[in-house]
């Protein structure tokens, strides 16, 4: 299965942090299954890490080589990507949610037919198949 990580799982995998909740190490363990993260991610990480570098510790530069180093694999926001994020429904009781790092790794995932892994308790109320949340 393709897995694309949104960024905070990203960063607790590439840390091996106790918040990466056991259901997504294993996923991300498994052979099987190809892990990728998007180009979205490091640039959100570039974005916080400019503006409050105490408490985003790492940079974009560093993000990608610690993903390199770890053999996942990147996925560039592609035309595709952004004509997906006007497919994106979400439920009309939903709570609120404005994050447009969350909202194109969502279109990418759909687009591409990957499964965005995610602990964001937002992100399930898009009610799309593509959706993880552990």
Not at 9 to 31: G, H, V
Not at 47 to 69: N, R, T, W
Request: glycine fraction near 2%; aromatic fraction near 6%.
């Amino acid at each position: 299965m393709k897995l694309l990580l949104d960024t905070h799982i990203l960063l607790w995998a590439l840390a091996d942090d106790e918040k990466l909740p056991m259901a997504a190490r294993a996923l991300i363990l498994d052979e099987s299954n190809e892990i990728m993260f998007s180009v979205a991610a490091a640039w959100e990480v570039a974005i916080k890490h400019s503006l409050k570098p105490d408490q985003m510790l790492v940079g974009a530069k560093e993000l990608l080589g610690f993903c390199d180093a770890a053999g996942y694999e990147a996925l560039p926001v592609q035309a595709r990507h952004v004509v997906a994020l006007e497919e994106l429904r979400r439920a009309p009781d939903a709570r609120p949610h404005n994050d447009p790092f969350d909202r194109i790794m969502i279109a990418q995932a759909k687009a591409d037919g990957m499964m965005l892994l995610t602990h964001d308790t937002l992100i399930p109320d898009y009610q799309e198949p593509c959706i993880l949340w552990v």
